[in-house]
């Protein structure tokens, strides 16, 4: 590979012109004849830089409303041809074709006119046709040319612009073409998926998956691997899209268990914090106020919660912040923190406090992916159950207040690990159970956990007295369920279907519980 390779002649037709007017004088400055169209040569022009158009290049005008311009020979075989192949010269030389060494595209915006609510025509409108076909032409025969697709690439490609005399080395070259496909790629991927969206066709037969890097981490889950963070645009407001205001640089874990706090307290209409620990709710509460509702989440298991992830569904202020850090955490997430929220966590300057500007919303049609050796599983998100979709099996019928709070647990227990309990009351878990391989054993760990809380704080008796109790899944045997009802929960909630319902039901009714199914299972692995 020819390294250095001087530039003489260079295309640039972009979209996002951020940059545009520094690289193309550095590159007038050396006396590089500039192909460009339409809006990029007007700017150019204004900028004081003369520009050649393609179409005087070419010998040929632009057709079709412009959706034809450097679709020509005159230009794809100036990118293309091999500077050391005698044939490929000749053929230059034969049809008066000159070599084009820089190729600055990038591509209409596509993914914006999506993410923007743009109707068909106007996401049609905005593929690109001939911008991909410039970069994949360039990136093929980076050998011989550079190509540029992000004016963040700009900086680094004018260094070594500068340090090699008006040359470009091959291994930038050649990083600036594995950049280029990767663009191309997930271009492709994203209308890909717009047309699969289209046509209500959720499992196409080739889903393609892309991201953007946000940032190398430390390492991931252990000090031995390494990682970064991507974000892919599926998800408004999701924790991909969260401004880091303070703290250290986030690690893999905290990355991942602030999604996990994100995405629970977003379920929730009320003000609620949740407390996640190694991914999974060590507490989690709805209140008058974010400040009303922190006491009451982290009652629920206050020695877990140490060093934990707090989400917010609702700004913090200053009152809510100065109780939240009472205690250390890892990451506060929120929509927003005002003034003097800021200021007081500000004091704690190993505490990464992340702003969303909005909430997810949890009904969102989207997909989940997760990776298996060979492949990965997608699968739509897990939906929720509403008041209408209980059915009562036991004589007693739940209390309106029971019934709240059963579908508060039920929200709750959707994300925590299977097998799952949650107690819960007055819209407050007391007890949580999570990840055990018997469901008895999840019962009685959440019971404890409600002991342990009761004891900690000096009360008389458990908080799971009066509670009740939600199940992710259906209990097999009545022994989780008399495990819940020893530790004084008055009402369960849980999918049913069981080939022992039967069982379970004589065991709620002899011990005077309510129990509602909802036909709907949460399992989360």
Not at 65 to 94: E, S
Not at 96 to 111: Q, S, T
Not at 207 to 236: C, K, M, W
């Amino acid at each position: 590979m020819t390294d250095p390779l001087p530039i003489a002649r260079a295309l640039i037709s972009v979209s996002d012109k951020t940059g545009l007017a520094g690289l193309a004088e550095a590159l007038a400055a050396r006396g590089v004849e500039i192909l460009s169209t339409g809006g990029t040569a007007q700017a150019l022009r204004y900028a004081g830089i003369a520009v050649t158009d393609v179409s005087a290049h070419t010998g040929h005008p632009e057709i079709l409303d412009g959706r034809v311009k450097t679709l020509h020979p005159a230009i794809h075989g100036g990118i293309l041809a091999r500077r050391d192949d005698d044939g490929h010269r000749a053929a230059l030389a034969a049809h008066g074709i000159g070599a084009i060494d820089l190729v600055a595209v990038n591509l209409y915006p596509f993914e914006d006119t999506v993410a923007g609510g743009g109707d068909f025509a106007a996401c049609v409108e905005n593929i690109d046709i001939g911008g991909p076909a410039l970069i994949r032409a360039a990136a093929k025969n980076h050998e011989f040319v550079t190509v540029l697709t992000d004016p963040a690439d700009y900086p680094t490609f004018l260094n070594d612009y500068k340090e090699n005399d008006g040359a470009i080395s091959a291994e930038l070259r050649r990083s600036l073409a594995a950049r280029a496909y990767a663009r191309t790629a997930a271009y492709d991927s994203a209308i890909s998926r717009w047309f699969a969206a289209q046509d209500a066709e959720p499992f196409p037969e080739r889903l393609t998956v892309s991201g953007r890097r946000r940032q190398i981490l430390r390492y991931g889950e252990n000090p031995h691997q390494e990682a970064a963070f991507y974000a892919d645009g599926s998800a408004p407001y999701g924790i991909a899209d969260a401004v880091q205001v303070q703290g250290k640089a986030l690690s893999y874990n905290n990355i991942n268990d602030s999604d996990a706090a994100w995405e629970l307290a977003a379920e929730f209409d009320r003000p609620t914090v949740a407390i996640i620990k190694h991914a999974n709710p060590c507490g989690v509460a709805s209140a008058d106020s974010v400040a009303d509702a922190w006491p009451l989440a982290l009652a629920c298991d206050p020695v877990s919660a140490f060093g934990g992830i707090v989400a917010c569904n609702r700004p913090l202020d200053g009152a809510a912040a100065e109780r939240i850090a009472d205690i250390f955490s890892e990451v506060i997430v929120a929509p927003d923190a005002d003034t003097e929220a800021r200021r007081i966590l500000a004091a704690k300057p190993n505490l990464r406090l992340l702003l969303t500007e909005h909430m997810p919303d949890p009904a969102a049609d989207r997909l989940t992916v997760r990776s298996v050796g060979g492949g990965f599983l997608v699968q739509s998100r897990d939906a929720g159950v509403t008041a209408g979709d209980l059915a009562v099996k036991t004589r007693r019928v739940p209390t309106k207040t029971e019934v709240a709070d059963m579908l508060f647990a039920f929200t709750v227990c959707k994300h925590v690990k299977s097998n799952a309990i949650v107690y819960a009351k007055d819209r407050r878990t007391v007890g949580i159970g999570a990840g055990q391989m018997s469901r008895v054993d999840s019962a009685r760990i959440a019971a404890q956990k409600a002991a342990d809380a009761a004891s900690a704080a000096g009360l008389e008796e458990s908080p799971a007295r009066g509670s009740v109790v939600a199940s992710d899944a259906f209990f097999p045997f009545a022994d989780g369920l008399l495990a819940a009802a020893d530790a004084g929960a008055t009402a369960v909630i849980q999918p049913g279907g069981s080939v022992r319902d039967d069982e379970v039901i004589a065991a709620a009714d002899e011990r005077g519980l309510a129990m509602v199914f909802t036909g709907l299972r949460h399992f989360r692995h």
